[in-house]
């Protein structure tokens, strides 16, 4: 996955094709149709102890206007998007990131710093596509609550 742009914080706030949005807090842009995204994004619910993060499907108004606001095409299996105080990061990076930023548990995720940034993305590639070998699911559509809360339409 190529590195995003360099781009001013909050630069999607000055884009016209980005609908306004609550970016509060952390946002993690991901296929809502994947089941291997889905599970993250529980997983975020569940280890977001103070309720910060809000998650986003790609597929979204939202979500397809971000992904392009920073050059990622919103149909590449490989796109995933992080957003924290107004700055981005995509595949791994954006991985890693959010686990220190949950803390705890979510930490683990910073075990991946001990390979090369090339390898982490190579690993980041082959499992992005093939993410519906984990199968498919409806992000939206998961009753969990708390989950629920967090979704960016």
């Known amino acids: 996955m190529a590195d995003l742009a360099p781009r001013p914080r909050h630069a999607y706030r000055d884009d016209p094709d980005v609908p306004a949005f609550d970016d509060s807090g ?7 149709e994947c089941a291997l995204c889905s599970w993250g994004a529980r997983t975020i619910a569940r280890l977001d102890r103070t309720g910060d993060f809000r998650i986003c499907s790609v597929q979204s108004p939202t979500g397809t206007a971000l992904v392009r606001h920073y050059g990622l095409d919103p149909s590449d299996p ?3 998007l992080y957003l924290d105080g107004g700055e981005a990061w995509s595949g791994m990076e954006a991985i890693v990131r959010i686990g220190e930023r949950l803390g705890g548990t979510g930490r683990i995720a910073s075990a991946m710093r001990v390979l090369p940034r090339s390898a982490r993305e190579w690993i980041y590639r082959r499992v992005a596509r093939n993410r519906y070998r984990f199968g498919r699911s409806d992000m939206c559509a998961l009753p969990d609550p708390e989950l629920q809360r967090r979704l960016i339409g």
């Open 78 to 80: 490989e796109t995933w």
């Open 26 to 32: 952390p946002i993690a842009v991901m296929d809502g």
